[in-house]
């Protein structure tokens, strides 16, 4: 029988914030949050026919590349603490053998 792994504090927090953030993904609400986001950072442009001017274009254009950054980081946020989560769940169930590091 393999022994369970004590977590230390940091990890614990880690593990219930991805189960916490895995529980949401599964909820209607977060489709249409992931919907909405994925547009805004794989989907997003300025139509030019309605900017006066290129220095309008130009900052409209800024404010989406920036907008776009912050919806695929958050994505991805997301995804990398569930899986952080996964394996911290994996550690602690003593599937994943971790040794001290040698110095």
């Known amino acids: 029988m393999v022994e369970e792994i004590k977590l230390n504090e940091i990890e614990r ?3 219930n ?7 949401m993904t599964k909820t209607a609400g977060f489709g249409i ?5 994925d547009d805004l ?14 220095k309008e274009w130009e900052w409209r ?4 590349f920036h907008a776009a950054n912050a919806a695929k980081e958050l994505l991805e946020w997301i995804q990398k603490s ?7 769940e994996k ?10 590091m040698k110095i």
């Open 41 to 54: 950072g794989f989907h997003s442009w300025v139509d030019p026919r309605d900017v006066p001017d290129q």
């Open 17 to 23: 914030e991805g189960q916490v953030l895995y529980e």
């Open 82 to 88: 569930i899986s952080r989560s996964e394996y911290l």
């Open 61 to 64: 254009e800024l404010n989406g």
């Open 33 to 37: 949050l992931k919907k909405k986001l």
């Open 13 to 15: 927090d880690e593990l």
């Open 91 to 100: 550690k602690k169930r003593g599937e994943i053998q971790v040794r001290p």
